[in-house]
Every structure is written in structure tokens, then in C-alpha cells.
């Protein structure tokens, strides 16, 4: 499996790249190869004040090269010019990626916008599943929160079919999962389940499975806004990352399901994997 491990080397992509913890759970799922990827933006110009970005990123992103060849993977280097979720998004598509790993706050205001905006992007866009990395927030000098990533897993799902593929990557993340919440929230906005469905028979199922996994597993049924009941259930069981689906099957949920992830990927405390539609 090959990761794209996209950095703007902000204080937050440092912290990420880094963070051992981090790339011993990338490894342990299975992950061999890491491309790790800088883009200089489009509207940043080699001639603007104070600001050295090809040059400063050319030779920090070499430090980060070692640092993940030291963890045991083999590493391509990609520092591009350009918009960076497009080039990020086509490097993974190119390489066939098995996961886009970003980091989710910048150091400065100028990168935490560019940072920021790739995030929110990626989540829009992404055609790989993409890995938020959480960064401890209102922090002068930001680290990753420091947890294995997949240790405690808090999985949301609708039903769809894009949320059952969402399930499917517990096949490679049970190498390194040791509990997960399965959460489904009933709203008015999304009436979409048949009348006889039983979310809670479904969940059991699903726990089921993760059970013969050796994986502890509970299951919850919430009413309300779906984004506000997956955060609330984020502070009360305290996973490390959210599982979710990025998109529905249908144009209704697209749009509903799309807001949640972007949601997340905005408000949770931890880290957000979004798997999109194959």
C-alpha cells in the first residue's frame, strides 16, 4: 500500500511527519511506500518579500525524507507549483494511493490558510481516502495529538452505500484497532431508510464483524442533526479518529452527507478519515 503524505511545512505538517506514533500506525496497516508532497502555491511568487518558499521547502522537506526512510518506508519525494488539493489529489490519483494523510492547522496565517483550505478541499474532492491528522488547537507551538490513530475508532454510517465502503477499510484498520464506536444518526433531514430498517439490528451486524476481529465494540442510535450527535458522541467516547463516508448514493444524501464530513473535518477534536465513493 502508498500513502501521500502532503506537507506545507507549517508547524503542523512538521508535527505530523515527526510524530512516530503516527507513522508506526501507517505502517501497521499496512502501508510500505510514503510520497511525500509540498506544493507551493500558485500565488506564491518567487520574488515576495520575506518569503522563500521553494528553496525553504526543497531543503526541510530532504529532513522529512529521513525521518520516514528511518521509520522503515521507502519515500518519493514531489515538491510541485500549483493549487495544492488539485496537485495533491493527482499525485494520489497517479500513484494510486491507498490513503492521502494531511495535516489539519497551519503555523502561520498565511499557511494556515493555505493548510486549511486543503483540507476542506481534499475533503470536497478527494477520489482517495483521506486522513485529517488533528493538531492540538489554540497551541503557539502546535503537536499532533499524540495517539496511536486508529486505536479507538468512531465509525458513522447512514446505511449507504458509501458509508458501507467506509466499513470495508476495518479490513486493513484492525491491524490497529483495538475499539470502535458504530454510531448512526436519525434525522428528519434524511428520512432515507425503509420503514421495517432497524438501525440498531444493523449496527449489531456490523459490530459483529468487528467483533471476530478481536475488536470491542459498541453501538449507538442518536436523533438529531448528524454532525452535532457524531460530535457529541466524539467527546464522550474519546476515539482517536472518525471513520465516515464522504458522500451518499443519492443526490440528497451527497449533499447531506458532504456537509457532515466537511463538518467534521472542521469541528471534531481528533483526527477524520473520509473514504469517497469508488
Known sequence: MKAVLATDLSAASEATIENETCLECLGRIGIEAMHLVTVIPSNVHRGMPGIDFEKRRKKAIRNYQRVIENAGFDVEVHVVRGTPHRRIRGIAET????????????????????????????????????????????????????????????????????????????????????????????????????????PEGRLAELADQLEAWDIETRIEVRQGDPADEILAVEDAVDPTTILVGSRGHSRLRRLLLGSVSEDLVARANGNVMLVPPA
Do not use: C, W
Not at 493538531?135 to 507551538?141: F, K, L, P, T
Not at 490497529?176 to 428528519?188: G, K, N, R, S
Open 95 to 198: 500513484i494510486d494511493a491507498s490513503l492521502t494523510v494531511v495535516g489539519s492547522r497551519g503555523k502561520s496565517p498565511l499557511e494556515n490558510r493555505v493548510i486549511g483550505s486543503t483540507a476542506r478541499n481534499l475533503a470536497r474532492t478527494t477520489e482517495t481516502p483521506l486522513l485529517v491528522n488533528r493538531i492540538e488547537r489554540e497551541a503557539d507551538d502546535p503537536a499532533v495529538v499524540r495517539q496511536h490513530l486508529f486505536q479507538r475508532m468512531l465509525y458513522a454510517t447512514d446505511f449507504s452505500e458509501n458509508a458501507e465502503r467506509a466499513f470495508e477499510t476495518f479490513s486493513y484498520l484492525r491491524h490497529a484497532t483495538q475499539e470502535a464506536t458504530l454510531v448512526h444518526v436519525e434525522t428528519p433531514k434524511d428520512p432515507g431508510l425503509a420503514e421495517d430498517t432497524d
